[in-house]
């Protein structure tokens, strides 16, 4: 069966030979794969070979190696994660600064935010974003969709749509006060990204990818970080913009809509701006099964595997338990594509990866 | 007559001028300042609890009502140092080496200065030895350790033993997304919390106990 076929029939909820899967990583867990693996060539050509775990630029030889059945291709602000060493700053304008880690398998590096070029109100007056209609920020998507969508499923990547790249350039506390102290300047901090990822959006489906990946992270692991009102103030008509703007260029395009945490008071919201597919499905804080049963009619999945707990320090074990479950439950009738919950981390033994990969592809629907 | 109970609701709301007009108007009144203070601790505690139990408060909220106390409070502060009233309880907090997530962090360090502790806030990507440092320094009570990720939060561990090293009984808090109460207990912190609230409260249960 080719990959496209497994993905397509599962979304449209009928059952594949086998549960379709999408598993990105960091840059490490990457390097670390390739050397198990024996795969030579760049990962990513134009990060001098680091892999994107976005997808912007990779080469895709570890996707294809464990039998993924989506490929990725990133435009947008969410590029700049793991752009660069020491402090870098991105075209936006916002500083980063890479971060080690340690874990049994080595050091890592996060890249997170240090400087944020709306810290001050004034600033946003002269700010000039980047430009989204610039020919070469598409090179990548063309020859993803030219090289791989005959057997892949292909998908845009823009997610950090508005939410997130807006903290970045304004601060995560400071817009989190605008919201309620100084409205009419977060509208106009949020329509910078929200106006930038719109027309990448756009681009990306006319140009003929299967799937569009949007989102921010609006859930915590209590439940929404900001009031379903406020949402629907400010980000609930931007996406509905954005999900109407590209359905009316291709309206058979999926559109996923990834958010940490709970979420489950806006889903139904969610549904009814056009949402199809919900990422990650964080299974520490909502359970999979249930958002199955009351919102499986309507709403696609596509994550569900825990890395808050059984990915890092569970056993092989755990994690093909796991994965059976999720198929028997979230994923039965179809309707799922399995994933971890974040880009697979250095702290992952590889064992655990190789559970999740294996039984993933030994599990058949019938 | 200064009229206490509109500034408990001015903190509530995160109306910081109304906060710290009606903080000035009391001290002008010359209402205790620990009686002043009081009215706001009762806001954030009101906050706090809302937002425990999904009633209408989320992050945006906690955070504006924060800093509407913090700008009321900073005007009480002078008077309180002259007559002799300090926080009870001292804590020091700080985010897990290898982890630069904060707002966590800083709402507990918020809800813990609205139930009045002295805060000592570390910053992030803090180390095991300056959290110990820091506790001996300050006479801590209370030591609040957050981690967001997977890969820090195994360092807290370190982090607890370095503590319990120089101050067997400072009483150590540990909460962050991944962490859970079977963490928790497995190195050896006193408490874990889910949520900034929560924070405040199992800090001063355990300082009663």
Known sequence: ?366 | MADLSALTAAVEAGDRKTAVDLTQEAIDAGVPPDEILDAMTVAMTEVGRKFACNEGVYVPEMLISAHAMKEASALLEPLLAASGVTPEYTAVIGTVQGDLHDIGKNLVGMMLKGANFEIVDLGTNVTPEAFAEATKEHGADIVGISALLTTTMVGMKAAVEAVRAVDPGAKILVGGAPVTDEFAEEIGADGFAKDAATAANVAQELLVA
Request: with cysteine.
């Open chain 1, 1 to 366: 069966m080719r990959h496209r076929d497994r993905v397509a029939m599962a979304l449209a909820r009928e059952e594949p030979d086998r549960c379709p899967m999408q598993i990105s990583f960091t840059p490490e867990f990457a390097e670390r794969l390739r050397a198990d693996l024996g795969v030579r060539g760049m990962l990513n050509v134009a990060r001098g070979g680091e892999h994107n775990p976005h997808g912007g630029g990779n080469t895709y030889e570890l996707e294809r190696a464990i039998d993924s059945d989506l490929i990725l291709s990133s435009v947008g602000w969410a590029n700049n994660y793991y752009a660069g060493h020491d402090t870098y700053t991105d075209e936006w304008g916002v500083t980063w600064k890479e971060h080690p880690y340690e874990t049994p398998f080595g050091t890592g590096h996060y890249t997170e935010m240090v400087g944020f070029p709306l810290a001050q109100d004034d600033a946003l007056d002269s700010y000039v974003p980047p430009d989204p209609t610039r020919p070469e920020l598409y090179d990548d998507s063309e020859r993803v969709i030219r090289e791989y969508r005959d057997e892949y499923w292909v998908v845009g990547v823009t997610v950090t749509t508005i939410w997130e790249t807006a903290w970045a350039l304004r601060g995560y506390e400071r817009l989190l006060m605008d919201l309620l102290t100084n409205p009419e300047l977060a509208d106009r901090i949020l329509d910078i990204p929200f106006r930038y990822h719109l027309a990448a959006a756009e681009r990306l489906a006319a140009m003929g990818v299967d799937m569009l990946w949007t989102g921010d992270d609006i859930g915590s692991q209590k439940g929404m970080l900001m009031s379903p009102d406020t949402w629907r103030r400010f980000l609930k008509p931007r996406m509905a913009e954005l999900v109407s703007r590209v359905k009316a260029i291709n309206p058979d395009l999926k559109i996923a809509y990834h958010t940490d945490g709970d979420v489950r008071e806006v889903i139904g919201e969610l549904i009814e701006i056009g949402i199809d597919i919900l990422n990650p499905v964080q299974p520490a804080c909502m359970d999979p099964a249930e958002l199955k049963r009351d919102y499986g009619d309507e709403l696609l999945f596509w994550g569900s595997i825990d890395e808050q707990k059984t990915l890092p320090f569970g056993t092989p074990e755990d994690v093909s338990a796991e994965i059976r479950r999720r198929v028997e439950t979230i994923g039965a009738g179809g309707g799922l594509i399995l994933g971890p919950t974040h880009h697979v981390q250095l702290d992952t033994p590889l064992e655990n990866f190789w559970a999740m990969i294996d039984t993933i592809r030994e599990t058949r629907y019938t």
